[in-house]
């Protein structure tokens, strides 16, 4: 099938020309849109039934496609909503961190801003099979359990490890969903949360959102420094820190096992809990990942988080938290309150995925394909751009951390890449203060093609300013 013959470029074709006729009139039939277009009549059919849920189309059975009448709004004078002002208050929530890994760029772009894998890195097949198997379940769309099914919960504490037991595992929409419950059970609003620096967009947000102030904690070569981590306890009085040990995003560096004894200490010693965030489990490149934080964990301290979204698909919104103690019971009451429970369906397809031995065999492929994508990435930006330096290698997760040298502003760079044609993410996103330097975060695993990293450099390459 012919790059052009998308399903949104059909609907497009379709949508331009309901604009040039008056409502009620017939459109091209999916005879004729075969013909004409070169595709096939199921894509016509999914083209029309975007345009159809839009407005744009209604379709009569036997008759076809016909231009959708349009409303008007009349003499009406614009909405006022400058009420809206007062009344919200000064809080604001901003997702632009978020949004910037998230936003699919045009298909001339080369992406190299996104996080998430490219479909061709993952198990599709297999989760259109367990999709298929979970649907036959005679209980697939009864109600599940609010912590999760059974086998789900099962599934996540045996692939930790340790101590963990399923009784401690609650199923959640994705890490994100984790993370949300995870900071409003810990702290109220106003309370402090230590984060490192720097961090996760996404988690800045979140606190943001819940009215948590985050204060940062530096991280080097091995993971958050404890002594800044012990120091930032006494003088914030936190109840909370907020953590990556494997694969920290964005740096990629790994807590080294000296540090996690200590970090865990710095914790004890504050009466506070450490959030670990453990999205990097299944993306490990040539070594599997550490063992998390939580099964060196005696006394209820770590609440775990990890999603099956990144290895998997970012549709396959399953997560889970993992915590002991009456932290657990908190965490399910918000949990529940939140939004009762995970759909079951895409808890039974989650699974089936994972007990499958397309499982397995998924995570080996993916951590080739990431393993090599990691070494083109580095090696192209060290023969265009020998300037920029990547403080750390990472063993795992799909992005490289790189520094700019001083008289290049990470933000006007990524503007500037943009218009040469490939999206990369400004470092200062990723900063709860001040950055220390101008940085980017690069992505490897989100381009269709390894050759694809070679061309993105050399677009990035154009855009460098004089120095």
Request: with cysteine; charged share 20%; proline share 10%.
């Amino acid at each position: 099938m012919p790059p052009d013959s998308s399903i949104a470029r059909v609907a497009g074709v379709i949508r331009a020309e309901a604009a040039g006729r008056p409502a009620g009139d017939r459109l091209p039939s999916t005879r004729e849109l075969v013909r004409r277009l070169g595709i096939s009549p199921v894509t016509v059919s999914r083209a029309l039934a975007i345009l159809v849920s839009e407005g744009v189309v209604v379709t009569r059975p036997g008759e076809g496609s016909f231009v959708a009448d349009r409303p008007t709004r009349g003499d009406r004078q614009a909405d006022d909503f400058g009420w809206q002002t007062l009344a919200l208050g000064e809080r604001r929530t901003s997702a632009r961190g978020v949004l910037v890994s998230l936003e699919e760029p045009p298909s001339e772009e080369i992406p190299l801003a996104s996080g998430y894998p490219h479909p061709s890195l993952l198990p599709i097949r297999a989760l259109a099979a367990a999709m298929a198997r979970a649907g036959r379940r005679p209980d697939a769309w009864q109600r599940p359990p609010v912590a999760g099914l059974d086998g789900l919960r099962a599934w996540f504490a045996r692939s930790l490890g340790g101590q963990v037991d399923a009784a401690d595992v609650i199923v959640t929409p994705g890490a994100q969903g984790a993370l949300t419950a995870a900071f409003r059970a810990l702290l109220p609003p106003g309370g402090v949360l230590l984060v490192e620096s720097p961090t996760y967009p996404g988690a800045l947000a979140v606190a943001a959102a819940a009215g948590i102030r985050t204060v940062p904690v530096p991280v080097d070569g091995d993971g958050i420094r404890p002594g800044a981590l012990a120091q930032a306890f006494a003088a914030t009085g936190a109840r909370a820190v907020y953590c990556q040990p494997a694969f920290q995003n964005p740096t990629g560096v790994v807590l080294s096992a000296e540090r996690r004894a200590q970090v865990l200490a710095a914790a004890a010693a504050a009466g506070a809990f450490v959030v670990e965030d453990d999205y990097g489990r299944w993306l490990a490149h040539e070594r599997a990942a550490p063992p998390p934080l939580v099964t060196q964990d005696r006394d209820g301290r770590v609440v775990h988080l990890t999603s099956l979204t990144k290895p998997a698909s970012p549709s396959l919104r399953v997560g889970a938290l993992i915590a002991r103690g009456p932290v657990a019971e908190r965490l399910r009451a918000v949990r529940v309150v939140d939004d009762l429970f995970v759909s079951r369906p895409l808890q039974e397809t989650a699974l089936e995925l994972v007990s499958s031995p397309a499982w397995p065999r998924h995570v080996a492929n993916l951590a080739r394909a990431l393993t090599a994508r990691r070494a083109a990435l580095a090696l192209a930006l060290r023969q265009r751009i020998p300037q920029f330096t990547i403080p750390a290698l990472p063993g795992g997760g799909a992005t490289l951390w790189v520094r700019l040298p001083g008289y290049i502003a990470d933000d006007q760079l990524a503007s500037r890449a943009s218009r040469h044609g490939t999206v990369i993410s400004p470092g200062r996103n990723f900063y709860p203060a001040e950055p220390p330097g101008p940085f980017i975060r690069l992505s490897f695993a989100a381009v269709a093609r390894a050759e694809d990293l070679h061309e993105g450099v050399r677009r990035l390459a154009l855009a460098l300013p004089a120095a």
